[in-house]
């Protein structure tokens, strides 16, 4: 099993930055994928960036350009910083890693975008 802690999520205005960082540990050495996905109310989670197998970079195109997701092997944390924030970019942001057939997740942070 595997556990991930998100923390550094919040409140920023417009055109604000912020970075999320996930601790993972436990069963570490079977992950393939590692990521965030996001999700607004009334919307489907979905990918923001990831990384797959021989650290390639996924990201979903409404945030190429402004988020960068980084990678600690030393740490085992996964970050993503945010710049350029937008109103729509608020929702609850998670930590997400693949093993084999099996997806772990955080318990999610909250990023909220408002003037």
């Known amino acids: 099993q595997v556990q991930l802690v998100e923390s550094g999520g919040g409140l920023v205005q417009p055109g604000g930055s912020l970075r999320l960082s996930c601790a993972v540990s436990?069963?570490?050495?079977?992950?393939?994928?590692m990521g965030w996905y996001r999700q607004a109310p009334g919307k489907q989670r979905e990918l923001v960036a990831r990384?797959?197998?021989?650290?390639?970079?996924n990201y979903a195109d409404f945030v190429k350009g402004r988020f960068t997701i980084s990678r600690d092997n030393a740490k085992n944390t996964v970050d993503l910083q945010m710049n350029n924030l937008k109103p729509e970019d608020s929702a609850v942001y998670y930590c997400?890693?693949?093993?084999?057939?099996?997806?772990?997740w955080g318990q999610g942070t909250q990023v909220t975008v408002s003037s």
């Open positions: 997400n890693v693949v093993r084999g057939r099996l997806q772990d």
């Open positions: 436990g069963n570490i050495f079977s992950i393939s994928n």
């Open positions: 990384f797959t197998t021989g650290d390639t970079t």
